[in-house]
């Protein structure tokens, strides 16, 4: 019996009311990690263990963000990713994104890059250029940086399977601008455990996929110590389909086996940690997100000083950045995508990112426009500068139903991690297919709910319209490919290639050993030894990567 005037007897007395006013709304109302949704939220459903949960900011276990001031000590760097076609018009799209105002780079790789293939590939026919920026060389990149100086911004490089080649070639151009490596500030993506899950541009086998990783890792240590050696990416996880507990539970799944990996190969914790980021995505549930963001940052921290001994609070922090969610995007009445960019964007600063990406309206038809570009740089310029909530530390915190969100997105999230330990971690829980099933199941229930009208999209299944406008779309010039091959058959007339040739020998007898291959891949690039090349010796060494498939 419900006592009269009490919490219970409200809500039997609006859900009485509420179904028979709406009875088609009786089905629950849940996140998309089923996490149900109550009426309303009061002080009882904050956890018990609330204030120790939270800590301050700067403080552990950085549930309200990672540094005491946050942004009214510094805004989140304005990263935008972009490359296409060659290196020059990509130089010319990040000059003029600086200009506008942006505050970091954030480099796309086209596809045969991505997997280790020079543009003269028979591979690469057909991809130069396409999806990302075409990088065979060190004079490729020295001219996708041509006056931009390197000791003054910050690049992300999204790049993992040849992650360390790439990195090499941005240290020998910074070289050549006069900046030595201590100076350079940055990241690289070298998250390949989720290629293997969710995206699919892999070279090596993990064994040899994680030496290089650790390789980088030791070798920044010493050489580039203000450059994030890895962006553990749930990005790619929550795009294939995930829910936002599987992209926080399997990003740090996989995080875990990147830290044991480096300590396993004789780095002490405290040493490299402060170099890890992440890297996650900005998606649809605004209130969901928020507490996805909240709940990584203090489970990562327990992660690192209970598991892993870190004792250092940098080496506790998760640093991310975020992007909003590009398989939101719908390619029907594509201006809607700037409110859902828009909303994404304020979750993913409502979070607490250190950077953001902000997708454009157009690209669930190509590449961007300049126009939607600027406008997407826009929205977050006036997140920071007019919509005010940069000017207080993780202000939705407290809030009930944020709170109690951050705490279940984390147990359920503890949950995922201890099944993927008991199947020996990430590596061995990904060659089991596991992860991989739960994003698949996740992303057909999404999807069947989507066809069923029960997930509405605006636009798409709902609030349709008849005869779309036309868009202009940004198209590559197919005489690109043609000159990125021309440019390598005049590279390879012009340089030693009897240097490079002894080069690559030794990059081969070192693959077979077990030094740090970092030197060896700035020596090469420096000689003018070409991405594929250098692959191409590896392949030969490691072997590639096949997939086991099961029917």
């Known amino acids: 019996m419900t006592k009269p005037g009490s919490r219970e007897q409200w809500e039997a007395d609006v859900l009485a009311r509420a179904l028979a006013r709406f009875p088609e709304r009786r089905e629950a109302f849940v996140t998309s990690s089923g996490i149900p949704l109550q009426r309303l939220y ?14 301050y900011p700067g403080q552990y276990p950085f549930t309200r963000g990672v540094q005491p001031t946050m942004y009214r000590g510094r805004l989140w760097t ?74 003054r911004v910050s690049t992300s490089m999204t790049i993992n399977a040849p992650a360390a080649v790439l990195l090499a070639m941005y240290i020998a151009v910074a070289r050549r601008q006069g900046v ?67 992209e926080v539970a399997f990003t740090l799944a996989n995080g875990i086996a990147y830290v044991q990996a480096a300590i396993d190969a004789g780095l002490d914790v405290d040493d490299f940690a402060p170099q890890l980021s992440f890297f996650f995505n900005a998606h649809n549930q605004f209130l969901e997100e928020v507490a996805k963001f909240r709940a990584a940052r203090r489970l990562w921290a327990e992660i690192m000083r209970d598991r892993f001994g870190a004792r250092s609070a940098e080496s506790q922090r998760l640093k991310f ?67 005010g909530v940069a000017d207080t530390v993780d202000p939705l915190g407290g809030s009930y139903v944020i709170e109690a969100l951050t705490d279940e997105i984390y147990r359920r999230a503890r949950a995922y991690i201890e099944k993927i330990d008991s199947l020996g971690g990430a590596l061995r829980a ?73 080069l690559l020998g030794q990059l081969e007898a070192a693959a077979r050993g077990r030094e740090n291959l970092m030197p060896l891949f700035i020596e090469c690039v420096e000689h003018d030894a070409t991405l594929g090349e250098i692959c191409g010796v590896l392949r030969g060494v490691f072997g590639e990567y096949r997939p086991e498939v099961t029917l």
């Open 78 to 151: 304005m990263r935008q990713y972009a490359g296409y076609a060659s290196a020059e018009e990509s130089n010319a799209r990040y000059r003029y994104l600086l200009e506008q105002g942006q505050t970091g780079l954030s480099v796309a790789f086209d596809l045969p890059t991505q997997i280790g293939y020079d543009a003269d590939h028979p591979m690469a026919l057909g991809e130069v250029g396409r999806v990302g920026v075409s990088i065979s060389s060190l004079r490729d990149m020295a001219r996708l940086f041509e006056g931009i100086p390197l000791d």
């Open 430 to 502: 990904i060659e089991a297919g596991y992860m991989q099933r739960e994003i698949q199941d996740a992303a057909y229930a999404y999807q069947q709910a989507v066809e069923r009208g029960e997930q509405i999209v605006v636009g798409v299944n709902q609030f349709t319209v008849e005869g779309e406008p036309k868009v202009d779309i940004l198209r590559v010039d197919p005489a690109v490919e043609q000159q990125q091959r021309a440019r390598l058959a005049a590279l390879r007339a012009e340089r030693d290639n009897s240097r490079v040739a002894a």
């Open 180 to 246: 030595e490596p201590a100076r350079l500030r940055g990241t690289v993506q070298n998250d390949i455990l989720k290629e293997y899950l969710a995206r699919g541009t892999y070279i090596f086998p993990p064994g040899p996929s994680m030496r290089l990783i650790t390789d980088l890792f030791a070798y920044c240590r010493e050489h580039v110590p203000h450059w994030n050696t890895i962006s553990i990416s749930g990005y790619h996880i929550r795009e294939a389909g995930s829910t936002a507990v599987q």
């Open 321 to 387: 950045h975020a992007q909003t969610g590009g398989s939101t995007l719908t390619a029907q009445q594509v201006q809607n995508n700037i409110v859902r960019v828009t909303l994404q964007a304020l979750a993913a600063v409502l979070g607490g990112a250190q950077s953001l990406h902000t997708n454009s309206m157009d690209e669930a038809l190509a590449l961007p426009t300049e126009e939607a570009v600027q406008v997407a740089l826009r929205t977050q310029q006036i997140i920071a500068y007019e919509s």
């Open 42 to 55: 009061t002080p009882e459903d904050v956890p018990a263990d609330y204030e120790a949960t939270q800590g």
